[in-house]
């Protein structure tokens, strides 16, 4: 449904994260404790009982969103406590697989953080699918090209080259380079990340990362934001030719995951239902995550020129987003409402008596 509305041919890209939904209580199936991502900081990792779910979203992005990139939930996944339990990661791959099975004919970029750039995902990783993610500050790193063996010596031929500095030693060498030519130069660049254009400094390099990928090689890209707004940012790829502002670009499309796992909470309620079994836990979830896709669909090929589109959108203040899911369940449920009451669709009691009902609800809401 996804790929054929909205017409999305070519290059596919998708987005994987996990999101923790809060649940207690001691008869609730498949709890857990797990890594609260909204309560921890860069210096306290704080944790928070619950359902740990690994989900897979196509990134949408076009003229009509302008600087928007939508996430939309295609498969979801739940991550079991314990050992012996498949990872995050595990259940990233199970799904990657089961999109590759049905859609042949699509070549795909997936996008992670750094918890997804681990062997367990990465391993054996076919050539029609890329990635874009995070590398370790400290990957040891090596150059693809092994050194000619010497005639006559004894032992294996070295499968990998020398070692490569490290992305945050390369930051540091490019940092004491006064020369703009050669290897480990800074460059300028300027791309459209998290909503606004951003002037960056960026350089990369290829290297192999034989703890995660083998010996396949893969493109080191160091960025730095010249404002001081964030810290140096270390990203790989496994698409060779890709361009700075490109690789940017499509790590920056991962923030549109997390707006969905926030809408998910805040405006669909994803945690509200009181479930306990293992059919209602496996099931609520992803049929949320499904019905926020259908929504987005609806609103992107129909909703948004409808006429309630419209009155709202002239309602909306300078912090609104047409592109919210908030906006886009009003509209469906304004044009709902509009379909199904008409001054010609009852007689005048049952109007009168709808109205009261009406009447009753809205001082419920109050």
Not at 353 to 363: E, P, Y
């Amino acid at each position: 449904m996804i790929l054929k509305s909205l017409n999305i041919t070519g290059l596919v890209t998708l987005l994987v994260d996990d999101t923790l939904t809060h649940k207690t209580g001691k008869c609730v199936w498949g709890l857990g404790w797990f890594r609260d991502a909204v309560a921890s900081t860069r210096k306290r990792v704080a944790t928070a009982k619950g359902h740990n779910w690994v989900v897979i979203a196509i990134a949408f992005h076009s003229p009509l969103t302008g600087k928007a990139v939508l996430a939309l939930p295609l498969l979801a996944r739940l991550h079991h406590p314990g050992k012996g339990k498949p990872s995050c990661a595990t259940l990233a791959k199970e799904m990657l697989q089961e999109v590759l099975t049905h859609f042949e004919g699509y070549r795909f970029t997936l996008v992670g953080d750094g918890a997804y750039a681990c062997k367990e995902l990465l391993k054996d990783l076919k050539e029609g699918v890329s990635f874009v993610g995070r590398v370790r500050s400290d990957a040891a790193v090596y150059r693809p090209e092994p050194k000619k063996a010497e005639k006559g010596k004894p032992g294996r031929k070295a499968q990998k080259g020398p070692k490569l500095p490290k992305p945050k030693e390369a930051a540091e060498k490019a940092d004491r380079k006064r020369s703009k030519t050669g290897d480990w130069v800074w460059k300028d660049v300027k791309v459209t990340a998290y909503g606004k254009e951003r002037k960056l400094q960026a350089f990369s390099y290829q290297a192999v990362w034989p703890r995660v990928l083998g010996l396949r090689k893969i493109q080191i890209v160091v960025v730095r934001d010249t404002e001081g707004n964030m810290g140096d940012i270390y990203l790989f790829t496994t698409e060779l030719e890709a361009s700075l502002e490109w690789v940017i670009r499509k790590f920056a499309w991962r923030w549109s995951i997390e707006v969905l796992f926030r809408a998910g909470k805040q405006v669909m309620d994803i945690e509200a239902p009181q479930h306990f079994c293992r059919q209602s836990v496996e099931k609520v979830v992803p049929w949320v995550l499904s019905m926020q896709s259908v929504l987005m669909v609806w609103y992107l090929t129909a909703g948004h020129e409808s006429d309630e589109a419209k009155e709202i959108k002239s309602r909306m203040g300078p912090w609104d987003s047409e592109w919210s899911l908030r906006h886009m369940l009003q509209v469906l449920q304004a044009a709902t409402l509009n379909a199904s009451i008409e001054p010609h669709s009852a007689d005048r009691p049952q109007l009168l008596h709808l109205l009261q009902t009406l009447k009753n609800w809205a001082l419920l809401a109050a």
